[in-house]
């Protein structure tokens, strides 16, 4: 089976991308499983939603070249990974704006005022990987994790028919060590495609 790890992180040698890349040797460990990193960043993927973006949400225009070569890398994939650095309590700008312009009415789900809402990602498994720049203690004494459950997983995927099978916060460590969260990003890429939890 085949992962998409979508990388919004800036620079390469930061930490979002030293868990990506635990998150690929985890999935392709076994020799079964391969992984792909789209690095959003470095290929310039465009996030502003722009006129045309909105003409192809109308049903007006076809979907722009950039935002079809995106949709078709999810298609190959099996399970779709996010991770990304938490910016002001959400997802990072460029990230956001990938979500914008690749889940387009007609591609992720298509609403009409006869037919209502019909969602089009069902075979889709999401993972998503949020590292932190605060402890766990100050995410839940906010609510957090309450807030990004509605806002992602229910708010995106869910009104998509994708299901979110993994949503782990990798928070900042007491000790400064980050060492033991890049080794649990390693085991969420292992178990990636483990039956049991796929089929929960």
């Known amino acids: 089976m085949h992962a998409l790890i979508v990388v919004a992180h800036p620079r390469r040698a930061s930490l979002t991308h030293s868990v990506a890349a635990e998150l690929v040797a985890g999935v392709e460990a076994g020799g079964v499983h391969t992984a792909e990193i789209a690095d959003l960043a470095e290929e310039g993927f465009d996030p502003r939603f722009s006129a045309m973006d909105?003409?192809?949400?109308?049903?007006?225009?076809?979907?722009?070249?950039?935002?079809?070569?995106?949709?078709?890398?999810?298609?190959?994939?099996?399970?779709?990974?996010?991770?990304?650095?938490?910016?002001?309590?959400?997802?990072?700008?460029?990230?956001k704006g990938w979500i914008d312009r690749v889940f387009s009415n007609g591609w992720a789900y298509h609403e009409t005022p006869e037919a209502g809402l019909v969602k089009?990602?069902?075979?889709?498994?999401?993972?998503?990987?949020a590292i932190g720049g605060a402890d766990l203690r100050t995410y839940a004494r906010h609510g957090y994790f309450w807030a990004m459950r509605t806002q992602i997983d229910h708010g995106i995927f869910d009104f998509c028919g994708a299901r979110v099978v993994t949503s782990e916060l990798l928070a900042a460590p007491d000790d400064g060590d980050w060492r033991p969260r890049l080794t649990a990003a390693r085991a969420i890429g292992a178990?990636?495609?483990?039956?049991?939890?796929?089929?929960a």
């Open 54 to 95: 909105m003409a192809v949400y109308q049903q007006e225009t076809p979907i722009q070249p950039d935002v079809a070569v995106e949709q078709a890398r999810i298609d190959r994939a099996d399970a779709l990974v996010l991770v990304y650095p938490v910016y002001w309590w959400s997802f990072p700008a460029l990230l």
């Open 120 to 129: 089009k990602l069902q075979r889709l498994n999401v993972h998503l990987v």
């Open 191 to 199: 178990g990636l495609f483990d039956e049991k939890r796929v089929a």
